[in-house]
């Protein structure tokens, strides 16, 4: 393949045309309109032009990639393509009237591939008279950084092609994996069930916008907070793929979120329109203003009090662990939700919040229904002082970080227990195409399969959602003493 087509120049689109004439291929980028058109330019120029700037591309390089990309509002121009890739919005009738077009135009050999993020690829490919050339190739935003292609087949895909779409896409720089037509495939299957339900925590008032982005980012090590990445990725787009995995899995944590629902149709769709959880220019921020008591005595409640009680210690509180001082100010309680079961137990409930400490840098502090704002403000200024970032939250099953990190685990185990993706592809998809530091399979073992199950069993126990029962597999792993995914094969 030497010469591609792309259809619709939005972020998605250019950068899709990017990464092939980076590669070294001639690209057709078509879009509805010379206005279409000009925005897909200003995307190219700004892109490669940022890259110029970074030192990471030669300006002679940036030319000639430049130079092997036509842009045209006229479709005609991929009459002898030898593969278009569509990337048009996520509109079923849309995409099938395109391809009935695409079908038309372009020569008998060419493939057509479509970037959907979850709309049905063998759908797609029934409409065109040419099924067994219909394929997925789906990009991760932004394209020309994130590594993974999902190359999607379909019952009606042609022997051989779903190989020959991938070798292109490792000639592109890319990490191919392949997998079947189900809603989501494999990395939106799991991010937009956990950016779904950050939403739901955020609409349920669980915790903060900042604060849960910056529980994400600092405390499970991810590269972006869940609604910072939603900005990125286009509330409507994320809206979208949430109903189509809904329709297909009936999981109420796919249903769209209220709150996604309300920025789409109030036109706050994210960094494409400038504004959606957060405006353009803004990045989450903890500001932690307001009255906070004075701190002098110090109660730790839970397991494993050392190294907090050394580092108050240090600070120069009077840090106690075990009996609490009556005159303790503020008690950190190491323990599960809910705490409050705990703080009814102390002599002031309103001086004891829940402290989790998430990963090496967070420290979550849960205020229960009876803890006293000026009293939770001091305990997040003490986590401070013990060298973490303190988030807010709720005295809720999870608190923030397992809540969102814990489901997401588990779909990923019943996606390998459904026989739908391998352990490893699986790793590979979030760790390519959503640039987490480890796939759920490794998270997984570095959390510890029983302390998952554990927490996944508290969740179902609090929330009553189904799909946060433990997985069938994950309880028959724990039951084994298996450690690592790593020997095993699907289904056994
Ligand atoms: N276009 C081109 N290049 C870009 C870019 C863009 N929009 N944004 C960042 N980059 C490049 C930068 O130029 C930089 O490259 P160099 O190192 O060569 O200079 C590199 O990416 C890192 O950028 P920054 O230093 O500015 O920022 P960062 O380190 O914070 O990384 C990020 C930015 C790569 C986006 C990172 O935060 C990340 O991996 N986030 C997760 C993104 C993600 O999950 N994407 C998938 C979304 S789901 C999807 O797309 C599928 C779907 O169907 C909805």
Redesign the pocket.
Known sequence: METVGVVGLGIMGA?IVEVFARAGLRVVGVDVDEAAVGRGRGHLEL?TG??VD?G?LAAEERAAILDRITLTPDRGALADVDLVVEAVPEVMELKRALFADLDRICKPSAVLATNT?SLSVTTIAAGTSRPSQVVGM?F???A???KLVEVVTTVLTADGLAARIADLAVRLGKTPITVGDRAGFV??RL?LGYLNHACRLLGEGVSGRDDIDVAMREGAGL??GPFQ?LD??GLD??YE?CEVLFHETKDRRHAPSPLLRELVAAGRRGRKTGEGFYARTETPTLLDEGPKVAVTSVGIVGPHPEHLLERLDAAGFKATAGDIPDDADVVLAICPPPVVEAAVRLPHPDRVVGLHLAGDRVGEVASTVLTAPEVAAAARDLVRVVGRVPVACADRAGFVVDALLLPYLNDAVRMVESGYASFADVDTAMKL???YPQGPFKMLERLGLETVRDGLRALYAEYREPSFAPAPLLERLVAAGVRSTGDLTPNR
């Open positions: 950068g892109s940022r890259a970074r990471r993020s789906h991760f935003n932004p020309p950084v994130m990395a939106n991010l590269p972006m990445l990125l990725i787009t994320a793929i195409g959503c640039g």
